[in-house]
């Protein structure tokens, strides 16, 4: 069974919805374990330290950043409103489990980063797809 030019970007956008959400429920060892055993995974977080505000919670955001981006192709009869309240229906989950996990932190700020990372994901699909042609601008609802 072969697959479809529509069905790639389903199966990329539940790939990375997966990885999100086991990358924000590890436990703070098994990330530890990632850094000490790959350096490039070390490199990148020395990095993301370097270039963030201090206290900015970067992972949030390029995660579903990412996640958002992805979301554009992956659910391409989402509208904007669907995707957002996925977006907070998910970081919400995802905090809430975080309450049980060890070196994790619950936080509502973190769900709200998660959003708005998302929802700049997915705008920024959206600009790139407008740029290209293969968008239109929405028309008002008629009168």
């Given at each position: 069974m072969a697959l479809s030019s529509r069905s790639l970007p389903r199966i990329l956008l539940l790939l990375v919805l997966a990885?999100?959400?086991?990358?924000?429920i590890a436990p703070?060892?098994?990330l530890d374990f990632l850094?000490?055993?790959?350096?490039?995974?070390?490199?990148?977080?020395?990095?993301l330290a370097t270039v963030t505000p201090a206290g900015a919670d970067?992972?949030?955001?390029?995660?579903?950043g990412l996640l958002g981006f992805v979301a554009h192709y992956g659910w391409r009869r989402g509208r904007s409103w669907q995707v957002a309240l996925?977006?907070?229906?998910i970081a919400a989950l995802v905090e809430f489990v975080q309450?049980?996990?060890?070196?994790?932190?619950?936080?509502?700020?973190?769900a709200l980063l998660d959003v708005?990372?998302?929802?700049?994901?997915?705008?920024?699909?959206?600009?790139?797809?407008?740029?290209?042609?293969?968008?239109?601008?929405?028309?008002?609802?008629?009168?």
């Open positions: 990885l999100v959400v086991v990358s924000m703070s060892s098994a850094r000490f055993e790959y350096d490039w995974v070390d490199r990148l977080f020395d990095t970067i992972d949030h955001l390029a995660a579903f996925a977006l907070l229906t309450i049980w996990i060890p070196g994790r932190q619950a936080a509502v700020t973190h708005v990372g998302g929802m700049a994901g997915f705008g920024l699909a959206w600009l790139l797809s407008y740029a290209w042609g293969s968008e239109s601008l929405p028309r008002p609802p008629a009168v």
